[in-house]
């Protein structure tokens, strides 16, 4: 059967992507920021899944102010690289695994979850940055993806406690998967930030480390945080947190943490990156 073994948080700002791209990750200001990667590299160079359930927001590149669905899969082969207004990244396409996803949209919606369909679509900067820090540059990415979109783009998006039932409920999908599979599930996005308004430029620090904290030790609060806490506390794009909250309910009550990183800044984001096994019985 497959299997969910780890989770991985991480933020999944457009200018790392950049970064890598563009052959800058030793300059004084991204070496610190990469650093906190090389842990993670080694160790999924070494558990290699086969396939990663990714988590991330389209940040209307796919989706428009035209169709916004709140919770989408990719089902397609392939999915292209998104061209965000400089030229698609000179990344490899992204392959997908039809057969788990299409198996995933069947057993959630037999689960009352409700989800969209997508056969098609670019994936931008929220699901490849994510790629590009764990695995680097390869001509090929070592592992198969299966896409959940979220909205977080337009209000409302979904609570973070609707995100968390939605991980659950991919959780005992992926168990009834008869093939023998090392499935990862991956939340991206955040930690504080704000682009836009008298706010842009917000970090806060004390909250994201209790957020970071608190996936482990006290999901109950993270569980029923509400969006203007959210909003309030950690900028108007520290909504995209609640996509974490889908990779901690798929992984399961009992997750070590293996692996914490925090850094500031990165473009106008705090950084924040955790690893959780979920092996443990
Ligand atoms: C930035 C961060 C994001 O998460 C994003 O989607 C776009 C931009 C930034 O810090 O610049
Ligand atoms: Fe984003």
Redesign the pocket.
């Known amino acids: 059967m497959a299997r969910i073994t780890a989770g991985v948080t991480t933020?999944?700002?457009?200018?790392i992507g950049a970064a890598i791209d563009q052959g800058r990750t030793e300059t004084e200001y991204w070496a610190p920021l990469f650093a906190g990667y090389d842990w993670s590299k080694k160790w999924i160079a070494h558990e290699r899944p086969d396939v990663v359930v990714l988590v991330y927001?389209d940040?209307a590149s796919a989706f428009s102010l035209e169709v916004i669905p709140t919770f989408a899969i990719g089902c397609a082969d392939q999915f292209e690289i998104a061209d965000e207004g400089f030229g698609p990244r000179p990344v490899p396409p992204v392959i997908g695994h039809p057969d788990l996803a299409c198996h995933l949209v069947e057993s959630l919606i037999l689960d009352q979850f409700d989800i969209t369909v997508v056969n098609q679509m670019a994936v931008d900067?929220?699901l490849t940055v994510p790629l590009s820090l764990l695995f680097g540059q390869p001509d090929a990415w070592p592992v198969r993806v299966v896409p959940v979109a979220v909205n977080v783009i337009q209000f409302p998006p979904p609570t973070g406690e609707r995100c968390y039932q939605l991980g659950r409920a991919i959780r005992r999908a992926v168990a009834t998967y008869p093939e023998d599979l090392n499935v990862q599930v991956w939340g991206t996005?955040?930690m504080s930030?704000q682009?836009h308004g008298p706010r842009a430029g917000l970090i806060n620090r004390t909250f994201d480390n209790a957020y970071l904290d608190d996936l482990t030790s006290d999901l109950d609060r993270l569980r029923s945080m509400a969006h203007i806490e959210y909003l309030r506390e950690a900028g108007s794009?520290g909504i995209?947190l609640v996509m974490w909250l889908v990779m901690r309910g798929a992984l399961g009550d009992a997750v070590t943490p293996l692996h914490r990183f925090y850094h500031v800044p990165?473009?106008?984001?705090a950084v924040g990156h955790l690893v959780l096994d979920a092996t443990v019985s």
């Open positions: 933020s999944h700002v457009p200018a927001n940040h900067h929220g996005g955040g930030h682009l794009e995209e990165a473009s106008n984001t």
